[in-house]
Nanobody
């Protein structure tokens, strides 16, 4: 199946907000609804860090410790899009952000995901 496509990256000042979008080339519902969509990020020379996951079937959400209380993952069923609302951004949030999905119920282990977007760059200035 085809990978998702991220958009919404850019530059923002510390303390600001940014909304990322993850759109399915085909609808996420095409996966029969039994799927997880998740957001990861990777800074230079670092591994991928899990940020948030959403279970398409029931809308359950899960967050990594580093972003709890600041980031929110949400689903727009009409547009087959999953969003990542990022608030109170910090310079250390600067990274390439990736959307990924997989069949089944998963959390934020990158090894569980087979389909990855190309990434969108987020830069937070102090």
């Amino acid at each position: 199946q085809v990978p998702p496509v991220e958009s919404g990256g850019g530059s923002v000042q510390a303390g600001g907000s940014l909304r990322l979008s993850c759109a399915a080339s085909s609808a996420f519902s095409y996966l029969t609804g039994i799927a997880t969509v998740a957001w990861f990020r990777q800074a230079p020379r670092k591994g991928r860090e899990g940020l948030a996951a959403l279970w398409i079937a029931d809308g359950s959400t899960y967050y990594g410790d580093s972003v709890k209380g600041r980031f929110t993952i949400a689903q727009d069923n009409a547009e087959s899009t999953v969003y990542l609302e990022m608030n109170s951004l910090k310079p250390e949030d600067t990274a390439t952000y990736y959307c990924a999905w997989a069949h089944g119920y998963f959390l934020m282990n990158d090894r569980d995901y087979s389909y990855w977007g190309r990434g969108t760059q987020v830069t937070v200035s102090s």
